[in-house]
């Protein structure tokens, strides 16, 4: 056995650095997120090799239900056609 042990009080101190860092982070009061009720994703996929298309639909967090409301689709470049946009209507408005 060692009859030094000056070696281990680095040791120690940083374990109780440690402890009290874990005591310290853990007394605070994580909560959850707050989003609101609807929120929105975009897509994007490409069709072929001449085509492409992109959209955007909406969620309610409160039940769950999803409606698409924006999609466009592109044959070649410069060239496409709006195939749904309700992007400024109620969300109960939209079919």
């Known amino acids: 056995m060692l009859k030094d042990k000056s070696f281990m009080k680095p040791f120690l101190l940083g374990g109780l650095a440690a402890l009290l860092l874990m005591l310290l982070t853990a007394a605070v009061d994580i909560s959850p997120p707050s989003y609101g009720r609807y929120q929105i994703s975009s897509w994007a996929t490409t069709l072929g090799s001449k ?11 409160a039940t769950g239900e999803t409606k698409l409301v924006y999609s466009r689709t592109f044959g070649s470049v410069g060239d496409g056609t709006v195939k749904k946009d309700q992007l400024k209507m109620p969300f109960g408005s939209i079919k």
């Open 51 to 61: 085509g492409s298309g992109f959209g955007a639909f909406v969620v309610d967090t």
